[in-house]
């Protein structure tokens, strides 16, 4: 299993990023798959899932509205838009199959900063 995060970087308050997760060695329709973040001396949280059989998606309420959670059945991807940027959304974010606590990737680094 590998799970390849990136898309991350510094921006702006009020600013947008689109993060990608590439998946491979698993059956990619057969999973939820969830991004997570986790901020400096905090515990990792989940942000968004996406139900890849369907398409179905949930939020974190400190989310809802700004970012969206999508998936590209033919490249086993997952993506995080994320707009209007807050400092708080400063994390690691990462991906990860629903309820499986191994296999993580490297993350990638969110920083929003004036």
């Known amino acids: 299993v590998q799970l390849v995060e990136s898309g991350g970087g510094l921006v702006q308050p009020g600013g947008s990023l689109r993060l990608s997760c590439a998946a491979s060695g698993f059956t990619f329709s057969n999973y939820v798959m969830c991004w997570y973040r986790q901020a400096p001396g905090k515990e990792r949280e989940l942000v968004a899932f996406?139900?890849?059989?369907?398409?179905?998606?949930y939020y974190a309420d400190s989310v809802k509205g700004r970012f969206t959670i999508s998936r590209d059945n033919a490249k086993n991807t997952v993506y995080l838009q994320m707009n209007n940027l807050k400092p708080e959304d400063t994390a690691v974010y990462y991906c990860n199959r629903w309820k499986i606590n191994r296999d993580w990737g490297q993350g990638t680094q969110v920083t929003v900063s004036s």
């Open positions: 996406i139900i890849i059989r369907n398409g179905s998606t």
